[in-house]
């Protein structure tokens, strides 16, 4: 199991498809929301996809078997969050990546080298 970010599930979805044969990826709820956002935006805005719905079948799928895991946050993980991200004058929404991934003691997939650089940092304290 790893912790995978909005950006990881971005690129897999569509990119990398090898990227998703991981026994399976655990995210906070909010990168089901802001993966379709961007696929929607490269097919609406950035006009790099004809047609998204494909790409949003996929999340809908992986996420129907079980491949993708989500996690509803609670209070302690919203708290851990939130001081990660005061912290580190960073999003809340960043910050509970992190968070859940210091939580489970789970590596962290992501293509934000910010988030990477902030894991690490927040994993020596």
């Known amino acids: 199991m790893k912790v995978v970010d909005s950006s990881f599930l971005v690129e897999a979805i569509l990119k990398k498809k090898e990227l998703l044969e991981m026994d399976f990826l655990l995210t906070v709820d909010l990168g089901i929301y802001e993966t379709a956002n961007s696929i929607w935006k490269h097919e609406v805005l950035l006009k790099d996809l004809e047609d998204g719905l494909p790409y949003l079948s996929i999340l809908s799928g992986l996420i129907e078997s079980g491949r993708i895991r989500i996690v509803s946050p609670g209070k302690e993980l919203m ?14 929404y960043d910050a509970m990546f992190i ?12 293509f934000d080298k910010a988030q990477t650089a902030l894991l690490v940092r927040e994993a020596s304290r």
Do not use: D, K, V, W
């Open 99 to 110: 968070a859940l991934a210091l939580q489970l003691g789970s590596e962290l997939e992501t």
């Open 79 to 92: 708290e851990r969050a939130y001081s990660i991200a005061a912290r580190n004058r960073r999003p809340f």
